[in-house]
């Protein structure tokens, strides 16, 4: 057993801090070298990389944990693996092989074993794959050479003092286009946020709801998660849209919510004015797991969701816990969930 860092696990927030390795590596005249381990947290690439000035560039958000035994596992890596896979392949990149890019996030965690927050703290090793057009180049093409990276930080619980519901407001922009990006994980998504977010926040919400950018009457997105609803009759409904980032956290919470739950789960388009329907709403995604909505402002009308929007609904909580649950390994999920390393 390696002897933990000296971190305040428990003190943890969503923020950089220096782990031991990372891992690199580089394709360069059509094929992937080794990959390798490193110290050092910067990299050093040419000025006319395409990932500087044309966003050729994707990521992947993923946790490790550790469980009551003290093994560390991983929550569905082969998913991450899929979609960068996808996002690369949309944006004419290198692709990192899917089995090699499980490989290396679970080298790369081991290295950093001292990191990963102990069981219990609520805190785990925030995963940061990403993919980056490099190597000489002016004018607007695919990159002659791509770095694949991954990093690692410990992060705490996104809410310390357990589930607090958040207040949210729709936005005037699209984070992407209806037959853009929006489906795919790239960084191009989020420079077309940063406004958007920083509206909301000025105007004293956690953060905006984009519409869907075909009509804007759909709810679309909650900042950069996905939304689900629960209605009275215990029903899952989570919007249906192309240009939706695929949320592994909601596909998951939609299949515990079909099968431990026994509720029906529908994927279609919600019409802001429809938002009534709902008792209880939610965000979800690998950072916070699930974010309670407890409102959405849209054009000066507020609807408000359990408790008057204050309080946090029965099934967001037991979705919340089933599959935090799974995560740590306290319960078990459906088989190839709980990858160990
Ligand atoms: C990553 C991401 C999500 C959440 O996906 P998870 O796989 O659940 O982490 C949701 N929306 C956007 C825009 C994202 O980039």
Redo the contacts with the bound molecule.
Sequence with gaps: MTQKADIKWSELRFSYIECDYRFISVYKDGKWDEGELSQGHHISIHQGSTSIHYGQQCF???KAYTTKEGKIVLFRPD??AA?IRNSCENLLMAVYPEEKFIEAVKKVVKANERFVPPYGSGASLYIRPYMIGVGENVGVRPAPEYIFGIFVTPVGPYFKGGLTPCHFVTSKYD??APRGT?GI?VGG??AA?LLAHKEAVDAGFADCIYLDPATHTNIE??????FFGITPDNTFITPKSPS?????????LMHIAENSLGMKVVEKEIPVSSLDQFSEAGA????AVITPVGSITHEGKKYAFYGEGNEVGPVTKKLYETLTSIQCGDLKGPDGWVVEI
């Design positions: 992947e958000g993923m998913r991450n979609r984070r992407a929006g994980k998504n989020y946020s997105e909650v900042g950069a998660a996905n939706i980032l695929p949320s592994i956290t909601k596909y998951s979800c995604g690998t950072a």
